[in-house]
């Protein structure tokens, strides 16, 4: 299984890309999100991270989930505490190897799912400044449209590990 990692703005872009990749054929057991929780103006509050129109990605993603039917990868999602970053939120396989590798933060989360360390150190940055991390697990033979997926619905720094 190879990863193709990418960030989003916004938590809809977020959510529009996992309906469609869901559409498309990808297990959501095979998706993870990770975004950093701060309040309002960017205050370490425990609230989910801010997006547009006020919602945190804890409530507006329960609401797109009960929406958009994606229940299955928001039932992970699960709050922690990770050195460097603080406060995140994560759903998908991402959560649970986070929660075994909360010493190693972020970086060490993302190099245990096969992510070289220097692009891990690039990505906890891209959720330090707000970014919604997506990591999807794609077959050889699916790689190409998960890519294409993400990068339609706003992903930036779409790479495949």
Do not use: W
């Not at 129109?53 to 929406?67: F, K, N, P, W, Y």
Request: hydrophobic content about 40%; charged content about 20%; some cysteine.
């Amino acid at each position: 299984m190879s990863k193709v990692i990418g960030t989003f703005a916004s938590r809809d872009a977020a959510e529009f890309c996992i309906r469609e990749l869901r559409n498309s054929g990808f297990d959501y057991n095979r998706i993870s999100l990770v975004a950093r929780e701060s309040g309002k103006g960017g205050e370490q509050q425990g609230g989910g991270p801010t997006m547009a129109g006020g919602d945190t990605a804890l409530e507006g993603t329960a609401t797109g989930g009960a929406i958009g039917g994606m229940a299955g990868l928001l039932a992970g999602l699960g709050a922690l505490a990770i050195p460097g970053i603080g406060p995140i939120v994560a759903a998908g396989p991402i959560a649970a190897t986070l929660t075994g590798a909360v010493g190693g933060g972020l970086v060490g989360g993302l190099v245990d799912m096969g992510i070289p360390s220097e692009r891990g150190e690039f990505y906890e940055g891209k959720v330090k400044a707000g970014r919604i991390l997506a990591v999807v697990d794609a077959g050889s033979d699916k790689v190409n449209d998960a890519a294409r997926i993400m990068r339609e619905y706003g992903a930036s720094d779409v790479e495949t590990h």
